[in-house]
C-alpha cells in the first residue's frame, strides 16, 4: 500500500521561497514518475511540476517554469518541490502524487495522491 505525505506548505510573503516535501511509503518508489498538482479556492486542480523515474528530465508547467523545482531523493523515498519568487497566483493546496501510467500533465495518469498542504502567498 503507497502512503504519500506532503508537508512545508505555509504562508510567505510574495517573492519569497518554500520547500514542500513528499515522504512515500513502498520499497518501488524509484521505479515510478511523481509529480506534483495544486488546487487553488474554485479551480481545477491543475499540473505543476513531474519527475519521471530515472529523473533526468522533469516537466512543469508554463506558469512556474524557472520558479520552481522538482526533485527527488530515492534513498528517503521523498520528493521535493522548491519554490522560488513566490506569487499570490500560487496560493493552493499543494499534492504529490505517484504517476503509473499516461501523460505527466494530466492527474488521471498518477494513481496514488497525498493529503495536500496549503500554501498561502501574500502581497
Known amino acids: 500500500q503507497v502512503q504519500l505525505v506532503e508537508s512545508g506548505g505555509g504562508l510567505v510573503q510574495a517573492g519569497g521561497s518554500l520547500r514542500l516535501s513528499c515522504a512515500a511509503s513502498?520499497?518501488?518508489?524509484?521505479?515510478?514518475?511523481m509529480g506534483w498538482f495544486r488546487q487553488a479556492p474554485g479551480k481545477e486542480r491543475e499540473f505543476v511540476a513531474a519527475?519521471?523515474?530515472?529523473?533526468?528530465?522533469?516537466y512543469y508547467a508554463d506558469s512556474v517554469e524557472g520558479r520552481f523545482t522538482i526533485s527527488r531523493d530515492d534513498a528517503k523515498n521523498t520528493v521535493y518541490l522548491q519554490m522560488n519568487s513566490l506569487k499570490p497566483e500560487d496560493t493552493a493546496v499543494y499534492y504529490c502524487?505517484?504517476?503509473?501510467?499516461?501523460?505527466?500533465?494530466?492527474?488521471?495518469?498518477?494513481?496514488?495522491w497525498g493529503q495536500g498542504t496549503q500554501v498561502t502567498v501574500s502581497s
Open positions: 513502498g520499497r518501488t518508489f524509484s521505479s515510478y514518475a
Open positions: 502524487a505517484r504517476r503509473y501510467s499516461g501523460s505527466y500533465y494530466l492527474s488521471d495518469s498518477y494513481d496514488y
Open positions: 519527475i519521471p523515474w530515472r529523473g533526468i528530465r522533469t
